[in-house]
C-alpha cells in the first residue's frame, strides 16, 4: 500500500544503521524525514546525504529524525556514514520494500539501457504518522533547505 498524503503510514519495519530498527509507532511523536537516494557513495547522493548532515543540528532543534534509504547494504551504509560523518541512520532497503511501497523505484534510461532505479525522493511524516509532504523527482540543489522549511512549518501547526 502506497502512503497517501494526510494519511497514517501503514506499519512496517526497516533495518538501519547502529542496529536501529525503523517502525513508525517507534518514532511516535516525532517528525520524521526518510529521503531516498539511489545509491551509497555517487556524487548526487554524497551531496545530498552531506546536505541533510550539515543542516541536522536544524532537524533536531525542530523536532525532527532523518533517515536515508537506500536499496545498498548495511556494509555500503556504514562506509558511507562513517566516510562523510553522518549524524543520522541510514536505512538498507535491499529487498526494496520500502522503495515499492512509497513507489519510488522507476524505469530510467542509464547509458542507453532501461534500468530500474530509485527516484530521488523526501517524505515528512508528522509525530502522529500522517504522510504531510514528498517531493519526488527531486534536484539537490536547495531540496534540504526546502524540507526544513516544511519541517519548521510542520511544527508551528
Not at 1 to 18: I, V
Not at 26 to 45: I, S
Not at 114 to 127: A, C, N, P, Q
Request: with cysteine; glycine share 8%.
Amino acid at each position: 500500500m502506497t502512503p497517501a498524503l494526510n494519511k497514517p503510514l501503514p506499519e512496517f519495519e526497516a533495518l538501519a544503521t547502529s542496529g536501529v530498527k525503523f517502525t513508525p509507532a517507534a518514532f511516535a511523536g516525532q517528525t520524521v524525514v526518510l529521503y531516498f537516494y539511489p545509491k551509497d557513495n555517487t556524487p548526487g547522493c554524497t551531496t545530498e546525504a552531506m546536505q541533510f548532515r550539515d543542516h541536522h543540528k536544524d532537524f533536531v532543534k525542530a523536532g525532527a529524525v532523518v533517515f536515508g534509504v537506500s536499496r545498498d547494504n548495511m556494509a555500503s551504509h556504514d562506509k558511507f556514514k562513517q566516510a562523510l560523518e553522518l549524524p543520522f541512520e541510514l536505512i538498507a532497503d535491499t529487498e526494496e520494500k520500502l522503495c515499492h511501497m512509497f513507489g519510488v523505484v522507476k524505469n530510467k534510461i542509464m547509458y542507453g539501457k532501461k534500468v530500474k532505479g530509485i527516484e530521488r525522493s523526501t517524505f515528512l511524516i508528522d509525530g502522529s504518522g500522517v504522510l504531510r509532504a514528498e517531493w519526488r523527482g527531486l534536484k539537490v540543489a536547495g531540496h534540504v533547505e526546502e524540507v526544513l522549511k516544511a519541517v519548521k512549518a510542520l511544527k508551528k501547526a
